[in-house]
């Protein structure tokens, strides 16, 4: 979905590092969420926002860290990635003046931590 | 536990029949329930929206239906075709409303010519 940008689409990193996914939204939505899928697992929720000054933790937040920089961007770290974050990484956005609306996703990025 | 299970098998069906797949969970009241179609290697796409107090929704070829008592909703798509065949995710509201879902693994379909 192009109004819902993620960089970088793959990376490979080692133990240890520090990382940085990025995304980007054009559809004017207050909230912005990042999940994680690994397989047979489903899509998990790591972070979300419903504002610019609001900032929740998800199921499985452990390890990660947000930050919202402005309504459009949602930034996930990870401080020092491990093995087991290896998995591929989704922003979505929803539209606060919905009470029931959907979420859209971005394209998702490959992370791949040696 | 809150638990979301969606069968892990893939569904094989020939293409023209009707597809159905299950979500069940257990321990919610979800104000709704949503359906997503997921292809390998991009993000999950909405496809339809059913609330509580509603029974069955459509949508072309899509059907969703939502027993609250079963506990259980189920997705159909009639006479499918090829393009079909994706992975379909079932998500539930568990924040009455705030939009913080909870999805199943997924159910991946394959339409056979």
């Known amino acids: 979905d192009a109004d819902v940008t993620q960089t970088p689409r793959n990376r490979i990193t080692k133990t240890g590092k520090r990382i940085m996914l990025e995304c980007s939204q054009t559809?004017?939505?207050?909230?912005m969420y990042w999940y994680r899928q690994d397989p047979g697992l489903g899509l998990r929720l790591i972070y979300y926002?419903?504002?610019?000054?609001?900032?929740n933790k998800g199921e499985i937040s452990d390890g990660y860290s947000v930050s919202r920089q402005a309504q459009a961007k949602f930034s996930l770290s990870l401080e020092s990635a491990i093995p087991n974050q290896t998995a591929l990484y989704f922003c979505a956005t929803s539209d606060i003046a919905r009470s029931t609306d959907t979420q859209y996703f971005g394209p998702g990025t490959r992370l791949t931590v040696l | 536990s809150q638990k979301i299970e969606q069968n892990s098998e893939a569904l094989n069906i020939q293409e023209g029949k009707t597809a159905t797949l299950t979500c069940n969970y257990t321990?919610?009241?979800?104000?709704?329930l949503q359906w997503y179609r997921q292809d390998p290697g991009r993000g999950p796409v909405f496809l339809l929206l059913i609330r509580e107090n509603e029974k069955e929704k459509r949508k072309e070829r899509l059907k969703v239906t939502f027993d609250t008592t079963l506990k259980q909703s189920l997705f159909h798509i009639t006479a499918s075709q090829p393009a079909d065949s994706a992975t379909y995710l079932c998500?539930?509201?568990?924040?009455?409303?705030?939009?913080?879902?909870?999805f199943g693994a997924g159910t991946r379909l394959a339409v056979h010519p």
């Open positions: 321990n919610y009241s979800p104000a709704y």
């Open positions: 926002s419903f504002d610019v000054k609001d900032i």
């Open positions: 998500a539930l509201d568990t924040s009455g409303g705030y939009n913080k879902l909870i």
């Open positions: 559809k004017g939505h207050d909230r």
